[in-house]
């Protein structure tokens, strides 16, 4: 029988100065006599010299010619002599298809972020706009290809070489894809808008955030503004307001079609829907197309910039109408200098700001104005008006207007006025002191409601609240100055991935509330602690969703 050796505790072998049987003394850099590995710890490695050269080589290698082990190959679908000619800046030449080809090849090279140094060579090179139209056919072709992911950078390189043009085009898109399956391909096309980065793709972006069906996308382009909005130190609707575009507008907010022998002038409407008239003024129907008597290049040319100018406005339009009259709902403030270059100064936004009455408040005093046809401020009398330097302005609501309200509705019809939105005929609502003390609007619960009526809520600055057990979304939010919710409860509840599931729905609870999440069970805040303007709008909601009960 083998005998057995018993090991000393390893302790106790370190602290004879003995080592395992079998094992040597574990040299200790620093000790003396130096062994091999203490000779290694005190010099440099081997390697050292090695890693310099590499980083030398690195420093000394032009950008241009670091090209991954395996290029991607242009796909099928896309033939160089098939898309848009690349022209030289100087519009001499266009590239060859062979260097077409090598575009393709830098910007399948360019995954978002870190375009191919290539790519900096082409812009230095070519000309912007016909890049633009290249970039556009390109994108194209992948969607009419099936948007197949292993070329999804034919997408992505709007974000590079794209225009006004192809934010414009991609919106749509990027409104409708949550509802086709394609959540994720609109997160990436937020991201293609915010590389284009123009005044026009910024602003496409931040109508996704304020208006767009999928909350989702919404949240999504919403983050995406607003960290925009914080590097440039605004809030996101101060940035809105500088987003609106001039459309080489003249000083004064016209534009003349020439035509060469004739002419003829734009003007808006009370949408900002633009509209011409002939040489004595009057209102055409529609811009005529030039004839054989028109100039041959000033006509075609004017005739032209109309129609992207009906396109581009429309863009627009609809979202500043809009944000205006949710400035006058939440009680909005501007400076006067900020007044003066958003509105009265801004060849487009000033034919809305002409057609509304303002509020001038300093410190308790507030009076208000309305900006007049050759750009002068008068007040309901129709005197000359002084904005003082240090006012705050905002859009008068007819409770600001108190007993002016009739004198400002005879101005307004002596001149002829109509206005975006309803403001000097609207409806004023006010609580009943049984409201007032209340928690919760008994007068609307109980009520059913139809489905599209509700969801017309989102047009008024409501939000869907966030889905609950079973994907259920059974409130409906508004948020208020201040940091207050208006909470409205629904039964049974919208389903999250089918708006219209339910025909119908009941009012459990109407309640205001510091938390957007509830409670639900009484509310926090006292109705009577809302502002007249702000309880004013609130009851006006629900009277909508009454009368529709009813109907």
């Not at 509020?359 to 003082?388: C, I, K, N, S, Y």
């Not at 919710?485 to 009941?506: I, K, M, Q, R, W």
Request: charged share 25%.
């Amino acid at each position: 029988m083998a005998r057995h050796r018993r090991r000393p505790a390893a302790g106790a072998a370190r602290s004879a100065g003995r080592a395992r049987p079998g094992r040597r003394p574990r040299p200790r850099c620093g000790t003396s006599p130096p062994s091999a590995t203490a000779r290694r710890c005190s010099r440099p490695s081997a390697s050292t010299g090695d890693r310099a050269a590499a980083l030398e080589k690195f420093l000394a290698t032009d950008p241009l010619d670091v090209v991954p082990p395996t290029v991607p190959a242009t796909p099928g679908w896309l033939e160089a002599a098939a898309l848009p000619p690349v022209e030289l800046r100087d519009r001499s030449a266009r590239l060859p298809d062979g260097s077409v080809a090598h575009v393709l090849t830098i910007l399948a090279l360019s995954p978002p972020g870190t375009p191919h140094a290539g790519l900096r060579v082409v812009r230095e090179t070519c000309d912007p706009a016909s890049l633009a139209a290249f970039s556009r056919a390109v994108f194209r072709a992948w969607l009419a290809n099936g948007m197949p992911a292993p070329a999804n950078w034919a997408f992505t390189q709007l974000g590079l070489l794209g225009d006004d043009e192809a934010a414009r085009e991609l919106t749509p898109l990027l409104r409708k894809w949550p509802g086709e399956g394609g959540h994720a391909r609109a997160v990436i096309g937020l991201d293609v808008l915010t590389a284009i980065g123009t005044d026009t793709a910024l602003t496409c972006l931040n109508q996704i955030a304020q208006r767009v069906r999928y909350k989702g996308l919404k949240a999504q382009a919403r983050e995406r503004i607003d960290r925009i909005a914080e590097r440039r130190d605004l809030t996101a609707d101060q940035l809105a307001d500088r987003l609106v575009p001039t459309f080489d507008l003249d000083g004064d907010g016209a534009l003349t079609l020439d035509y060469g022998p004739r002419a003829f002038a734009v003007v808006f409407d009370e949408t900002l829907r633009p509209q011409v008239t002939d040489q004595a003024g009057k209102l055409r129907k529609a811009l005529p197309k030039p004839g054989a008597k028109d100039d041959p290049e000033l006509a075609p040319a004017a005739y032209q910039r109309f129609s992207r100018l009906k396109k581009d406005v429309r863009t627009v339009a609809s979202d500043l109408v809009h944000r205006l009259e949710r400035a006058m709902v939440d009680r909005r403030r501007w400076s006067a200098e900020e007044f003066a270059d958003q509105f009265a100064g801004h060849p487009l936004t000033r034919h809305l700001a002409r057609r509304l009455v303002w509020l001038a408040g300093t410190g308790g005093d507030a009076r208000t104005f309305r900006l007049a046809e050759d750009g002068t401020l008068a007040d309901a009398a129709d005197d000359a008006f002084v904005l003082p330097g240090d006012a705050r302005i905002g859009v008068a609501h007819p409770i600001d207007l108190g007993d002016e309200t009739a004198a400002w509705g005879q101005v307004f019809a002596d001149y002829e006025i109509l206005q975006p939105f309803p403001q000097l005929g609207r409806e004023v609502h006010r609580l009943t002191d049984a409201q007032a003390k209340g928690f919760r609007l008994e007068r609307f619960e109980g009520l059913t409601v139809p489905t599209g009526a509700i969801l017309g809520l989102t047009n008024r600055g409501w939000e869907r609240g966030e889905p609950q057990e079973a994907g259920i979304e059974h409130a409906f939010v508004r948020p208020l100055p201040g940091d207050r919710y208006v909470l409205l409860n629904l039964d049974p509840g919208f389903v999250a991935a089918d708006s219209h599931a339910f025909d119908e729905h009941t009012i459990v609870y109407a309640s205001v509330s510091g938390d957007r999440y509830g409670p639900w069970s009484g509310g926090e805040v006292r109705f009577g602690d809302l502002d007249e303007v702000t309880a004013s709008e609130l009851l006006r909601d629900l009277t909508v969703l009454e009368d529709a009960a009813k109907s």
